[in-house]
């Protein structure tokens, strides 16, 4: 009885606490204050630490790795570093906040990095061992000046092989994720489900839909939403979401996951960049995740 109670106990006090924060924000507002505005940030800022070197430091290998990784890949102040983005390579440089997730998931797979002469023989032998026709073959492994066309690498080379095995679970998440970030003094808020929402509860979902005044166009919030999201860009970047309907409120990009070789020698990160995505590849140099290459593959 007496946990029960203790557990009621801290619901309410972490409802109330999420209301009071909220209430700051909505004041905020309605004052038309940046001052307040900034505080609010201020308070998130100091309400979620990022990890310490201390506490980084007693975690097992996967885990350390990982928040290793993902600090020499955040760097929304360099973002042309990892394909650029539709909306410009500058799309932080006003802002004092970087909203960073909160949460990231792991994967493990035999082999990541693949040299041109490596990725030319699997695709040879692939196309070999599975590519009956005879004069397909030819067809596919026809050379232009010694190489195989980008489309054939694309489809039969060892890649596609990835994007299957991250279909399974996930070998490790993280839940709790308060990756330390080095981005030109900008300060970090981690987005835990209190915040998104708050940000959520606050912007209303006031829009127009996917397509409104033409094919490409995308949903877009309006009215008093569209109001708040400018409200709060003085200390942040937004996004509304491109199909309609939502939020996206990280800074990005966000990694939907790493994926490490078994050696950790190796990480591929699947990424977002706002209405992209794409996959990054790092190495392990004596110790420091280095940033191999980058490349978008997809827009919405």
Known sequence: MKALFIILLSLVITVANTQN????????????????????????????????????????????????VFTAF????????????????????????????N????????????SE???????????????????LQNLLLKRTEGKLSENVIDRYGPKRKIYF??????????????????CNGKRPVYLTTKYSDILINFLGNKHEHLGNGG??????ATKSSANRKTFLENQIKIWYGH???????????TAYAITFDHEMQYAIIDFRMIYEGGEALLKNVNGSWVLVSSELTWIE
Request: proline share 6%; net charge negative.
């Open 243 to 253: 199909w309609g309907g939502y939020w996206q409120l990280h800074s990005y990009p």
């Open 215 to 220: 094919i490409m166009t995308p949903a877009l």
């Open 165 to 182: 095995e991250r279909n399974v679970p996930p070998v490790d998440s993280i839940v709790n994720f308060r990756p330390i970030i080095n």
């Open 117 to 135: 002469q490596e990725t030319d023989k699997y695709i040879v032998d692939f196309i070999k061992s599975n590519v009956i026709d005879t004069a």
């Open 103 to 114: 949460s990231i998931k792991i994967y493990f797979d035999e082999k990541l990095f693949w």
């Open 74 to 101: 955040y760097k929304p102040q360099s973002i042309d570093s990892l394909g650029g983005s539709e909306w410009g390579n500058s799309i932080y440089d006003n802002v004092e906040f970087l909203v960073v997730q």
């Open 21 to 68: 924060v909220g209430k700051l924000l909505e004041k905020a507002y309605k004052k038309e204050s940046p001052e307040m505005l900034h505080q609010f940030f201020l308070n998130w800022n100091k309400e979620i630490q990022p990890i310490s070197e201390k506490e980084l430091s007693t975690l097992n290998d996967t885990i350390r790795n990982t928040y290793n």
